[in-house]
């Protein structure tokens, strides 16, 4: 059995890399308690620099004993490109000692290495991507792999990754394990981490609802009902008494901020476990039987968290949300929207998932853009006792109605990410119909961060080309007025955004070399895109690895590809009855599939190269359990 910590270490969880530039360097933990810190550099073949960071970090207290800290360093001199830096991050003692990071935090070194070290690229020459990290799911993690990978290159800083794209789904917050949710409360106990008054709620505060008899695998019947409105019921979800929350696995959804904190904490570091202990709740014999299983898998998760930690802390990392990060089928409809919203619990947990994205993502994407959100955060942790509600709700308000939260890196080719989930385009035909991705003034902004520029990477969390046959599926499941039964999100549900999208490839001065990084649908591919008739045409790919801990079921993932590759083939005739009849899609066939399939499913991370153009000269997925899947380019004809 794992010896339990009886002292709480300095620092919890990190440091993450995040935004990192020569001249800026953006660094994010979580401690135990404030702390006092200095930076050490010590770039190869220069002099080491010690940088004292009182005046360069914020600190957020979530808890009597947990305390968010993010570096934010501007450096006088900037430092050097595609080579190694090495980095030691000291944290002051209570007595007044430094204490290096290979001291509270080994597991973030390489063997033969004394200090993680990072590489600043010249230009983003080479991206890891990935998306849905699911802890229970039953496939190796990703992005051990993708330590692994790293581990393998650490004397050739040139072939490391410029960035760690997380394309959405880092967290699963509406479809947690049991033993991970037991974690989750040992944790939240441990820490002291914040309560909060329930309103709306068949509960009155969060320790009453980890009391609950509900709470571990029944989460569903505590989850706000619409019964108020039968009509609204009937057409959302076929006249079944159902919760707001759509997640299949909703048994035990996190609600509380502090779920949700205690979650990011325990899926990003080995530490926290280090000072937790738990056991089973007592469960029903079905319960039970599933809480064995989960805890096996949970086990071998955690394993694997001390590589997941050490490739964040040498990998500069970028994120943005997709729907599991907050709840299943997040803003798809206005229905959607207006049920959710519409109760204040329901409300609460979105809101509370979007505080939690705040504070353990956002922050390090963009922080000049969200620092007049996270001065607010800051003072919702002020007082001593749970939360404020008329606060916090307050807050939340703020969030949800915030427009802000893509954001885009400079550099060659410049990185635009893409927030595709709280911008949406509501149907103007019917409130119950897909809403787009992004809204017209979306689309426009991203239109013109386009123009004019030779190549860019857009990390759009779902497929802007998808696969045909499953699109088709889920439009014949929208016109049933049954979109939430297969998850009808893509790019070609909403009539208006399909085609601004569709003519911003067709403008005349966005010529350039456009790489579309994807996940979202849990299998991986490829497509090189051409626009028909169009001398001056842009050059498209849609590149798509999902997920870093998950998979599509097989069988019927077997069946799409087949029918797909039959009914859609770049030369069928049923191609000219689609949205996407001015472009030609030619797909790529993985290296290593058995039966021409074009739909890689496994867990792992993406990986690809490109070159001064912008132009991908090598698309892999590094498979979870080992070995490299390679996207050769396929045979597109001349004159397309």
């Known amino acids: 059995m794992t010896q339990i910590a009886t002292t709480l270490p300095d620092v919890l969880v990190g440091p993450l890399l995040r935004r990192l530039s020569p001249s800026r360097l953006i660094l994010w933990l979580v401690a135990t308690r404030p702390l006092t810190m200095q930076l050490v550099l010590n770039p190869e073949q220069e002099e080491q620099q010690t940088h004292a960071l009182d005046n360069a970090h914020q600190c957020v207290a979530i808890g009597r004993h947990a305390y968010i800290h993010c570096i934010d360093l501007s450096l006088p001199t900037a430092l050097p490109t595609d080579t190694r830096i090495a980095y030691d991050l000291q944290v002051q003692s209570t007595d007044g000692a430094w204490q290096p990071l290979p001291e509270w935090a080994p597991w973030l070194c390489h063997d033969d290495y004394d200090y993680p070290g990072f590489v600043l690229a010249s230009r983003h020459h080479r991206l ?15 992005l051990v792999r993708a330590d692994n990978w790293i581990a393998e ?26 033993p991970m949710l037991r974690a989750v409360h040992a944790l939240i106990a441990r820490l002291g981490l914040v309560d909060e008054l329930l309103e709306g709620a068949t509960v009155d505060d969060s320790q009453a609802l980890y009391n609950a008899p509900e709470s571990y695998y029944h989460r569903e019947a505590l989850l706000p009902d619409v019964t108020s409105n039968a009509a609204l019921r009937e057409r959302f979800f076929g006249g079944v008494k159902k919760p707001v929350f759509t997640s299949a696995n909703a048994q035990n959804h996190l609600m509380t901020l502090a779920e949700m904190l205690a979650m990011y904490c325990l899926v990003w570091s080995p530490a926290p476990w280090q000072v937790i202990a738990y056991d089973a709740p007592a469960l029903g014999e079905k319960e039970a039987e599933a809480y064995r299983e989960e805890q096996a898998i949970i086990e071998a998760f955690v394993e694997g968290l001390p590589q997941c930690a050490r490739l964040m802390a040498h990998v500069p990392s970028l994120m943005i949300f997709d729907d599991h990060d907050v709840t299943d089928d997040w803003n798809l409809t206005a229905d959607w929207e207006r049920c959710a919203y519409g109760h204040p619990f ?25 620092n007049p959100l996270l001065h607010q955060a800051i003072t919702l942790f002020d007082d001593v006792g749970p939360l404020k509600p008329d606060h916090q709700d307050a807050f939340i308000e703020r969030l949800l109605r915030f427009q802000g939260w893509e954001f885009q890196v400079p550099g060659t080719p410049v990185l635009i990410v893409l927030d595709t989930r709280t911008r949406r385009w509501r149907s103007e035909r019917s409130p119950n119909r897909p809403s787009g991705l992004m809204d017209w003034e979306a689309l426009m902004e991203m239109q013109q961060a386009l123009l004019g520029t030779k190549s860019a990477v857009i990390v759009s969390p779902a497929p802007m080309f998808g696969v045909k046959l499953i699109e088709s599926i889920q439009k014949l499941f929208t016109l049933a007025g049954k979109p939430l039964v297969v998850d009808a999100e893509n790019w070609m549900a909403h009539r208006g955004a399909a085609n601004v999208l569709l003519h911003i490839w067709r403008h005349s001065k966005t010529p350039g070399n456009y790489v579309i990084l994807s996940g979202d649908v849990h299998y991986s591919f490829a497509y090189d895109i051409v626009v028909r008739r169009q001398k001056r045409a842009p050059k498209l790919w849609q590149i798509t690895s999902s997920g870093v801990k998950n998979t599509f079921p097989k069988q019927l993932l077997n069946t799409f590809d087949r029918l797909n590759r039959w009914l859609y083939a770049p030369l069928s005739p049923l191609n000219w009855f689609t949205k996407r009849r001015k472009l030609s899609i030619y797909p790529r ?10 739909l890689w499913n496994a867990s792992g991370i993406g990986l690809v190269s490109l070159d001064e153009q912008g132009n991908p000269t090598d698309i892999r997925q590094l498979d979870a359990s080992g070995g490299d899947v390679v996207f050769p380019p396929p045979k597109v004809p001349v004159d397309s």
């Open 589 to 598: 066939d993985p290296d290593q599939a058995s039966a021409g399939e074009r």
């Open 128 to 142: 890891m991507h990935g998306s849905c990290r699911k802890p229970h799911h039953d496939s190796a993690d990703g």
């Open 346 to 370: 329901s409300k609460r947990i979105i809101g509370n998932a979007l505080v939690a994205y705040l504070l353990c993502q956002g922050w390090g994407n963009a922080p000049d853009k969200l």
């Open 153 to 178: 290159r650490q004397e050739s800083p040139t072939e490391w990754p410029a960035w760690l794209l997380m394309t959405g789904d880092q967290v699963y917050v509406d479809d947690v394990a049991g």
